[in-house]
């Protein structure tokens, strides 16, 4: 009967994504929409096989899908705890501990959401992982249809390069199909950059586009508010630049050197509040994790300048080099090494054969997402001992760096190299 109900529902979705005004308007061929959602659906198995199959019951991605079937009983025999309970704190200090990583209200807020999104998905799916997975990746796949939409503005001659680099990124693809946060902040972040491109682009920031920000500030907020913190500066930057037509890049190294001045000195002026501190209590709080296969040396980050200072290259190294490629203790980095291997290749190739038609590389959004992205990537670094969370972790941001990277290679003037050796 479950299979029947997957088909059946797939085949529903299928017909209904290319009917969906803003996948329609994405310039997309129907077939290309089919194939690529189609692709997001597999992934969406992929990580949920292995997942179980691999790393048994005990998984985020499994564990939160039964919480959900919990969530759907509770509605059915109890509708009233069940519409209230996700309001209620458990903890000794009530509502405070808004960016604690453990044990508090506002963390368990991050699980508890999705477990009422599935508990509603399961009055359809009768509790199948897999059925709510096609759920949660038909919202999902807009996400990748945002960022397609604003890229191939930019990059207009480059289709198939902005629909590897939007849709088909192993990792991005595999880690934000997954019924996890990952998805949630993905797509979040798609239509949150999109409404904010199209309203600068148009000169006007519509209700339509305000709402569309506001309940996306929002939604990073309640799933990962360090997201939504590390994309403030950057989205006030771009905006400000798009509008008083500043040059992008200085603009932008300004904008975050008077950011870290006052992250850093922030402290000094409110002694109640310490970003610094903050940070340094998630990476604490991840310490305290039973230690991983994939577990990596961590300096212990401290609450004042030099330690931030100090700590950064290791920080970079993580999520720009890691995992290496004598890192293959552990089976599952293989396809990763090979992935990240291919990166680092193809940023070679664009230093030395950068396209000179392109003339998009200083575009103000371009610079906003390189900006965040190596933002997000240090952060990241700072507080994660664990490689296969970084990997994870990093996949969202990808798009940001490697679109750019892919389709700013000059790929006529590498066959013309080989042109002239063959003659």
């Known amino acids: ?39 997001k659906i597999l992934a969406g198995l992929v990580i949920g096989w292995v997942s179980y199959n691999v790393y048994g019951k005990g998984n985020d991605y499994w564990n939160v899908n039964r919480d959900g079937w919990i969530e759907y009983q509770l509605l059915l025999t109890n509708p009233k705890e069940y519409f209230t309970n996700i309001f209620h704190s458990q903890y000794s200090q009530g509502y405070s501990g808004v960016f604690d990583s453990f044990q508090s209200f506002w963390n368990d807020l991050r699980n508890n959401i999705i477990t009422k999104i599935l508990s509603v998905f399961n009055i359809f799916s009768r509790g199948n992982y897999y059925i709510n997975s096609l759920f949660f990746n038909f919202f999902g796949f807009l996400g990748h249809v945002a960022f397609y939409k604003i890229f191939i503005q930019l990059y207009k001659n480059k289709q198939r390069a902005v ?11 595999y880690f934000t199909s997954g019924v996890q946060k990952d998805s949630i902040v993905f797509t979040t972040l798609g239509f949150l950059c999109y409404a904010v491109y199209k309203s600068i682009g148009d000169n006007n920031f519509t209700a339509k586009h305000l709402l569309v920000i506001f309940l996306s500030l929002v939604t990073l907020f309640l799933i990962r508010s360090y997201v939504l913190i590390n994309i403030l500066p950057a989205l006030v930057i771009w905006i400000v630049v798009a509008k008083y037509k500043l040059p992008a890049l200085t603009s932008f190294v300004i904008g975050y050197i008077i950011t870290g001045v006052i992250f850093f000195g922030f402290n000094s002026i409110v002694h109640s509040i310490n970003p610094l501190k903050t940070v340094t209590d998630k990476q604490a709080a991840f310490f305290t994790l039973p230690q991983a296969s994939t577990q990596i040396e961590l300096d212990t980050l401290h609450p004042n300048l030099k330690s931030f200072i100090s700590n950064a290259p290791q920080a970079f190294n993580h999520l720009l080099l890691r995992p290496y490629p004598t890192e293959l203790h552990a089976k599952s980095l293989l396809p990763i090494n090979i992935e990240l291997l291919l990166y680092q290749l193809l940023f070679i190739v664009f230093l030395f054969f950068k396209s000179k038609k392109e003339k998009h590389t200083t575009d103000p959004f371009i610079i906003f997402g390189v900006f965040f992205a190596l933002t997000m990537f240090l952060f990241i670094g700072y507080i994660m001992p664990n490689l296969g969370s970084i990997i994870r972790y990093r996949s969202i941001y990808l798009p940001f760096l490697l679109t750019p990277v892919i389709c700013g290679i000059g790929w006529e003037r590498i066959g013309n190299l080989f042109k002239i050796k063959n003659n």
């Open 1 to 39: 009967m479950e299979y029947i109900l997957f088909v059946f529902y797939l085949l529903i979705l299928c017909w209904l994504i290319t009917k969906v005004s803003f996948v329609k308007n994405s310039g997309l061929s129907n077939k290309y929409i089919l194939l690529l959602f189609l692709a």
């Open 163 to 173: 629909i590897v680099c939007c849709f088909l990124l192993p990792s991005m693809l």
